[in-house]
């Protein structure tokens, strides 16, 4: 059964660096994209970034370039998530998402993706 397990998620100060992990199991996601989203406390789920595995190529929300970057590693199953300069308004649990995506238009709509995580939370102070 295909799963998608993060980690790396905890509390830091504003100004500070994390790193997010996802491990992907249970079937080949070679064809896939993979994502992260982020969910704040009252608020939608968001896209933050996707990665298409076979080709690394990337894609972020604008808002959010320059400051996270995502990136796999294909041998390990694993996609990554690396936020500096993290700012309050960060604060959120973060997920991870695999899907079969045709453009950037369809990464950033949640309903393009098969599978999901159970999320990590992220806690920056001021």
């Known amino acids: 059964q295909a799963q998608l397990v993060e980690s790396g998620g905890g509390v830091v100060q504003a100004g500070g660096s994390l790193q997010l992990s996802c491990a992907a199991s249970?079937?080949?996601?070679?064809?896939?994209?993979m994502a992260w989203f982020r969910q704040a406390p009252g608020k939608e789920r968001e896209f933050v970034a996707v990665?298409?595995?076979?080709?690394?190529?990337?894609y972020y929300e604008d808002s959010l370039k320059g400051r996270f970057t995502i990136s796999r590693d294909n041998a390990k199953n694993t996609v990554y998530l690396q936020m500096n300069s993290l700012k309050p308004e960060d604060t959120a649990v973060y997920y991870c998402?695999?899907?079969?995506?045709?453009?950037?238009?369809?990464?950033?709509?949640?309903?393009?993706?098969?599978?999901w995580g159970q999320g990590t939370q992220v806690t920056v102070s001021s």
């Open positions: 990665i298409r595995l076979s080709s690394g190529r990337t």
């Open positions: 249970g079937r080949s996601f070679s064809s896939y994209s």
């Open positions: 998402a695999a899907g079969v995506l045709i453009n950037t238009v369809q990464a950033i709509n949640i309903r393009k993706y098969d599978y």
